[in-house]
Every structure is written in structure tokens, then in C-alpha cells.
């Protein structure tokens, strides 16, 4: 029998394996199902200080590199976020290819927490972009391995009410930093993105009386918003060249990059959305040199992770959750201090003191 060579190409635009080296990763996964129609990644970051916990984000993605880079990023994000919150866990994350409405299913779900399960614990599951704790439940039927769900599974339910404090008091500890008290009274502040996180965010900026800019691809969102409140909606791209105070992304990544950073008009960023800063060292130079105070992102939205954590140890209390996120203010305000002291940028402080910490219980021996 001939065996015929396969040709391979000898150069490529993309290599998984550097990207992947790049960034430090422990393991991916590919996940994929026939009959569901299910395509997913499941990135393992960093499991020095416990399990990786992250949570699934489901997207129709215009590419699987386009996937597979973003479930990077995200995975190497939340073992920053765990450690700087002082959690004991690692950072991953999941993506699941294709369109949420047309693709979801209680078998599609399933199908997917089996894969969960197949890692017997080095990954847990919680939710993200366009998962609900409904999705959580049928996860929930195939694996122990999953944070987020409903109330009445003895979970936390959704974990955007705690997400959104947490940032809004990371974008109070930026106001102290910035204009020497943390009130928000008058400031006016464009939110990006009014899902689940951004909608509770507003809430609490309204409330204390802040003048809010919104926007978001969804015009049923906007719509529900400003039932609710006296926000002023305007379209996606206007929302760079506001003159504002504060600017707060609270939709996907790498928002800050070269065409948007000339046009903002503001002297904070502070929001939800993981990964703000499409090239960390140089578009966080760059806001320094524009006179912008940048609270990291992963510090400021890690609420979520805090309230899927309360619900992994057992016991979940909604308030303690909250007490936890309440951290956030002074590490925020710590960092944002170590920056300017050290003529760094607070992505570095930020992802300096995380580090740290990952270092020094991954040297602990422990004696038996």
C-alpha cells in the first residue's frame, strides 16, 4: 500500500502553540458535538492557587483563531483577577462557537457540561456573554463542576448584581484618585454595553445621581434602560468623542486601542468588560500619556468571580459576596497609588501584585 507525503504548508500567519506559549497556558480543549452542533474551547490558564474557575461566554465568532485568542486572553485574565482578589483559584475560561439564539438547547447545554465534567475539576464553569443560569441548570444535570446557578439549586443565581458593585466602587476609588473625593454626584459617564453588568451599573451611577451616556448593540436594551432610567442613548461609535468624565466599557474587549484612544474626552476608564486594552504595555502607556487614570479591569469587575467563589465553597450568602467585592475599593485605590509612585502604568501594578502572590504559594511546601 503507497502512503502518499501530506503537504504542509511550511509557513503560517498563526500558530496556536505560540499563542498559546505566549501567554503561559497549562491546557486547551476543543470541544465538539455533531449532533448539537456544538463548537467550544476550553482554555486552562494557571491552576498554582486551586481550580480554574471561569466562566463560559458564548459568541458568534467570525473565525475559530478569533475564538481561540479570545478564550486565551480571557483564561489568562481570570487567574489575575483570582489572585489579586486573594481567591484560591486558577484562571480559565470556555467560548462556544456560533449563534446563541439558534444554537442553545437543554441537549446542546448538557452536551457541553459533559465536556466540563470530562476534566473532572481542573476547569468549573460559570456564566458569561449570553449564558444564563438557566444554561447553568442543564450544565448542572451533567457535572458538579459549575458555579452560577439558580437559587433554588442552592446557587447564586446570577452574578451580575455583584460584578456591577464591584465596579462601580473601582470607578469611586478612580474619582478619589482623580478628583480627591470618590462622589460620583454630577459626573457624566458613558457606559458601553447595558447586558446584564452594564444595566446594574447605571443603577447604581443614577442613583447617586451621575449624568449617564449609554449605548449598545441591542436596541431592545436601550429601549427596557430608559424605561427604567433617564440615561441619554447614543450611537455606538459616538460614544469615543463625548466630553465626559468617565468612560466605562462594559461590552467586549480591546475598546482602547489606536482609533479610539485620540478621540476619548475623559480623565477615567473604569469598567466591566475583561481585556480593555488591546496592547497592554503600550495603549496603558498611552493613556498615562493622555492624562487618563485607568482602573484594570480585572481588579475592578471581579465581583463575579468573588460571588461564584462564595457559591464553590458552599453555603452562599449573597451578603457576604458583597462584604468581599467591598475590597475592591482599596486595592483599587492602593494600585492606582503604586502607579503613580513608581511611574508605572496600573495594568502593571495590578498584574505585578497578582503575580506576586501566584509566585509565593506556588514556592509554599507544605510538610506532612
Known amino acids: 500500500m503507497e502512503v502518499k507525503e501530506i503537504d504542509i504548508p511550511q509557513t503560517r500567519a498563526f500558530s496556536a502553540f505560540d499563542k498559546i506559549s505566549e501567554l503561559g497556558h497549562e491546557q486547551i480543549v476543543y470541544c ?35 475564538a481561540l485568542i479570545d478564550v486565551l486572553r480571557l483564561s489568562r485574565g481570570m487567574t489575575f483577577k483570582a489572585a489579586i482578589s486573594g ?13 446563541a439564539k439558534k444554537l442553545k438547547s437543554e441537549a446542546f447545554m448538557r452536551r457541553f457540561g459533559r465536556f466540563v465534567e470530562s476534566l473532572g475539576g481542573k476547569y468549573i464553569t460559570a456564566e458569561d456573554v449570553n449564558m444564563k443560569t438557566r444554561d447553568m441548570e442543564y450544565i448542572a444535570m451533567e457535572t458538579k463542576h459549575v458555579t452560577g446557578k439558580p437559587e433554588w439549586m442552592g446557587g447564586g443565581g ?17 474619582a478619589k484618585k482623580v478628583y480627591g473625593k470618590d462622589s460620583l454626584t454630577g459626573k457624566k459617564v458613558a457606559v458601553q454595553g447595558v447586558g446584564q453588568v452594564g444595566s446594574f451599573l447605571v443603577g447604581h ?9 449609554v449605548t449598545d448593540i441591542s436596541n431592545t436594551k436601550l429601549e427596557q434602560l430608559s424605561k427604567e432610567h433617564a440615561v441619554e442613548v447614543v450611537e455606538m461609535e459616538a460614544i469615543y468623542d463625548l466630553d465626559i468624565d468617565i468612560y466605562a466599557p462594559c461590552a467586549l474587549g480591546a475598546t482602547i486601542n489606536d482609533g479610539t484612544l485620540g478621540r476619548l474626552k475623559c480623565s477615567i476608564v473604569a469598567g466591566a468588560a475583561n481585556n ?26 471581579a465581583g463575579g468571580l468573588i460571588n461564584v467563589y462564595s457559591e464553590y465553597l458552599g453555603n452562599y450568602n449573597r451578603n457576604l459576596a458583597h462584604s468581599q467585592a467591598e475590597k475592591i475599593y482599596d ?38
Open 32 to 66: 465538539h458535538d455533531e449532533f448539537t452542533g456544538l463548537k467550544a474551547i476550553i482554555a486552562i490558564h494557571n491552576t498554582v492557587l486551586g481550580p480554574a474557575l471561569g466562566g463560559t461566554r458564548m459568541w458568534n465568532y467570525n473565525s475559530d483563531e478569533e
Open 87 to 99: 481567591l484560591n483559584l486558577g484562571g480559565g475560561k470556555a467560548v462556544i462557537i456560533g449563534d
Open 158 to 174: 446570577d452574578p451580575s448584581p455583584v460584578t456591577a458593585y464591584g465596579t462601580y466602587l473601582g470607578m469611586k476609588a478612580a
Open 205 to 213: 451611577l443614577m442613583k447617586e445621581g451621575a449624568k449617564v451616556y
Open 276 to 301: 480593555q486594552l488591546a496592547d497592554e504595555k503600550r495603549h496603558g502607556q498611552m493613556l498615562i500619556d493622555q492624562g487618563i487614570v485607568y482602573a484594570p479591569d480585572f481588579l475592578i469587575n
Open 331 to 368: 486595592t483599587c485605590l492602593d494600585i492606582l497609588n503604586v502607579a503613580t509612585q513608581e511611574g508605572i502604568t496600573s495594568q502593571d501594578a495590578a498584574m505585578r501584585l497578582a503575580q506576586e502572590r501566584i509566585d509565593a504559594i506556588g514556592k509554599v511546601q507544605l510538610g506532612y
